[in-house]
Nanobody, 125 residues
Framework: QVQLVESGGGLVQAGGSLRLSCAAS????????MGWFRQLPGKEREFLAQ????????YYVDSVKGRFSISKDNVKNMAYLQMNSLKPEDTAVYYC??????????????????WGQGTQVTVSS
C-alpha cells in the first residue's frame, strides 16, 4: 500500500501561483510514476501531469504546458505541482496519484492505484 497526502491548496488571485505538495509513504519502492489530476465541479477527473518516480521523465496535458511544472524528491518521497499564471478556470480539487505499472500510459484515472484525498484550489478573478 502507498499512502498519499496532498497539501498546498488555497485561495489565490488570477495570475498568481501555488505549489502543491504530495507526501508519499508506505511501499513507495513499488511506485513507477506519480501523477496530478484535478476535478472541476460537475466534471470528471482530468489528467494534468506525470513524472517517472525513477529518472524523472515528465509529460503534461497540452492545456497546462508552460504554466504547470511537476517535480519530485525521492529522498523525501515527495511530488510537487508548481502552478503559475493561474486562471479562474483552474479552480478545482487537485489530486496526486501513484501508479505501480510500467505498462500503462499514466494519463488515465483508472491506471492509478493510489490516490490522495485532494486539496482545493480556488482562483479568484
Amino acid at each position: 500500500q502507498v499512502q498519499l497526502v496532498e497539501s498546498g491548496g488555497g485561495l489565490v488571485q488570477a495570475g498568481g501561483s501555488l505549489r502543491l505538495s504530495c507526501a508519499a509513504s508506505g511501499r513507495t519502492f513499488s511506485v513507477y510514476r506519480m501523477g496530478w489530476f484535478r476535478q472541476l465541479p460537475g466534471k470528471e477527473r482530468e489528467f494534468l501531469a506525470q513524472i517517472m518516480w525513477s529518472g524523472g521523465n515528465t509529460y503534461y496535458v497540452d492545456s497546462v504546458k508552460g504554466r504547470f511544472s511537476i517535480s519530485k524528491d525521492n529522498v523525501k518521497n515527495m511530488a510537487y505541482l508548481q502552478m503559475n499564471s493561474l486562471k479562474p478556470e483552474d479552480t478545482a480539487v487537485y489530486y496526486c496519484a501513484a501508479d505501480s505499472s510500467w505498462s500503462t500510459t499514466g494519463t488515465a484515472v483508472n491506471e492509478y492505484d493510489y490516490w490522495g484525498q485532494g486539496t482545493q484550489v480556488t482562483v479568484s478573478s
